[in-house]
């Protein structure tokens, strides 16, 4: 038995900057993990059909945009309807410009921990690896 | 016992410790599981396909059970490896292959396999960065897989994973994996047709002499045909297949523009072509048989080395022998020689 952990890093919506993506990705990578990496402007439906076929552990967005409040809760909207399932198997992270008064409503529309600007990716692998749900 | 999954029709366990502790019964969710996902895959379930090649990747215990049933249910799908140096628009050229192949109806899965860190074991998969058409298609399923350090680049259950796929019932399954080290003719040996891309302006006349590069396509493409070289490294690829030898099916030169989808119809005509080929001639069987070698030797060897180096480690005559090496009193054949006797018990002589 082999289990890799696999990381989905996508960039929903409109905003064409993915050097935080890219950070992040290159991280889980360091530790260890299988990364795919979604390219720009993707939509939550298309992020949740790649979550589904690649049958990530984990689903993390990087959002400049600060349409966050509109795409995230879409994202994990579309996660249960490919999952086919109300409780979800795989924890969802957001990172990038997300104001700390927004925090709440994202957690409270099935996004597991928000990520704010200068967090050390260092302790965003090691939440990912405390809190995999499967 | 499985209730866990009957709550969750969609939402299987994997092979977590989590899971395992939370569950009273592991047996019997085992035999539940891979019903299950035998169960999806015949009702094309896309979540039973994804979380039966994870399984298979991770050498699950349920991978025996799905494999049984997957290699009964494989079908006609049409295995199409492609290769090529790092940056010559393999990806983007399965986005176009993609759309074609839909255009005219029939379903396709992508295998996308990129290198593992030899240091972390981590990789980044980022061949979806230019497949961007068709994501959320009901008749196209892409994966990518990491290499996960298995030589020759290929993941070593790709074998196996293509069958998974084959037994969802894609009519075309492509399987694309960065030209380095052994890759291309491992390609070789799980492919029905190989299609080998170049690209102008990438070294191609030192591409075009890399040894065996020539033997192992049956289908060749020269993409980036919208730069000036192109015609040239054609003409220069064309020379060398023609002084290569007779052949039974002379591998086709094909120029097109990835990024504009160009020349991809007739690139997915001649691949056609060489299906058909290797039917009217009585040739795919003999292809398949080459994929089941390939598989057994992929499985003999991985089983053989994992149980002997098991059994040497746990009876200590894998230190002793490390400890004669380090003195130097032997040699790593001759070593590798006695713990194959010792342990598989062979009396056999094994050549050298
Ligand atoms: N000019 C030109 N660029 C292309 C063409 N096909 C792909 N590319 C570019 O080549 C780069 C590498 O492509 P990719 O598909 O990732 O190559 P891979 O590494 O072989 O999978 C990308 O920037 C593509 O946009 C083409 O036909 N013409
Ligand atoms: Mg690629």
């Known amino acids: 038995m082999d289990r890799k952990i696999r990381v989905l890093v996508g960039k929903p919506g ?111 692998v090691e939440y990912t690896k405390a809190n995999l749900k499967r | 016992m499985g209730y866990i999954a009957v709550a969750r029709p969609w939402g299987w366990p994997c092979d977590g410790l989590r899971l395992k502790m939370s569950i009273g019964n592991p ?85 996308a396999v990129d290198p593992s860190s030899p240091f972390t074991g981590g990789a980044i998969l980022g061949d979806r960065v230019r497949v961007r058409s068709r994501t959320t298609d009901d008749e196209v399923f892409f994966r990518s897989l990491a290499s996960r350090g298995y030589l020759g680049g290929l993941s070593r259950h790709t074998g196996d994973i293509i069958t998974l796929f084959d037994a969802f019932g894609f009519d075309y399954i492509l399987v694309e994996t960065v030209g380095a080290g052994q890759s291309e003719v491992d390609i070789m040996r799980y492919a029905h047709s190989v299609l080998v891309v170049m690209a102008p302006g990438l070294g191609d006349d030192i591409q075009a002499i890399k040894a ?54 007739e690139l997915l005509d001649k691949i056609d072509e060489h299906s058909e080929f290797l039917k009217q001639n009585g040739l795919l069987e003999e292809r398949i048989a080459r994929s089941y070698i390939a598989a057994l030797e992929d499985n003999i060897r991985r089983d053989t080395v994992d149980y002997i180096l098991a059994k040497a480690r746990a009876d200590g005559s894998l230190d002793g022998a490390l400890k004669q090496l380090s003195e130097g009193k032997t040699y790593p054949a001759a070593v590798a020689k006695d713990l194959i006797r010792q342990h598989l018990c062979l009396e056999a002589k094994i050549d050298e």
């Not at chain 1, 402007?41 to 945009?65: F, K, N």
């Not at chain 1, 994990?76 to 990038?96: F, I, R, S, T, Y």
């Not at chain 2, 019997?28 to 298979?56: P, S, W």
């Not at chain 2, 590069?213 to 045909?225: P, Q, R, S, T, Y």
Request: aromatic content about 4%.
């Open chain 1, 14 to 124: 409109l905003d064409g900057h993915d050097r935080g993506a890219k950070v992040i990705a290159r991280s889980f990578r360091d530790a260890g993990m299988e990364v795919i990496y979604s390219g720009l402007h993707r939509t939550p439906e298309e992020l949740a059909r790649m979550a589904v076929e690649e049958d990530v552990d984990v689903v993390a967005c990087s959002i400049l945009s600060g349409a966050h409040n509109t795409l995230l809760p879409k994202v994990v909207e579309c996660l249960k309807k490919e999952k086919g399932a109300e409780e979800l198997d795989v924890l969802v992270l957001a990172g990038g410009i997300i104001p700390a008064e927004d925090v709440e409503f994202l957690k409270a529309n099935g996004v597991d921990e928000v990520f704010g600007p200068g967090t050390n990716t260092q302790d965003i």
């Open chain 2, 27 to 111: 047996d019997g969710m085992v035999l539940y599981l891979h019903n299950q996902i035998i169960q999806g895959l015949r009702d094309r379930k896309r979540a039973a396909l994804a979380r039966a090649v994870t399984l298979v990747e991770n050498g699950s215990e349920h991978a025996g059970h799905i494999l049984e049933e997957a290699y009964k249910l494989r079908g006609r799908g049409k295995v199409i490896g492609i290769t090529g140096s790092p940056g010559v628009g393999k990806s983007t050229l399965v986005d176009s292959l993609i759309g074609a192949i839909r255009e005219r109806g029939h379903s396709v899965g992508v295998i």
């Open chain 2, 212 to 265: 065996g590069i020539l033997e192992i396509g049956d289908v060749f493409c020269v993409n980036k045909a919208d730069h000036p070289d192109a015609d040239r490294a054609v003409a220069v690829l064309e020379a060398m297949l023609g002084l290569n030898r007779e052949w039974q099916w002379k591998p086709p030169v094909l120029k097109t523009v990835a990024s504009q989808g160009k020349g991809v119809v």
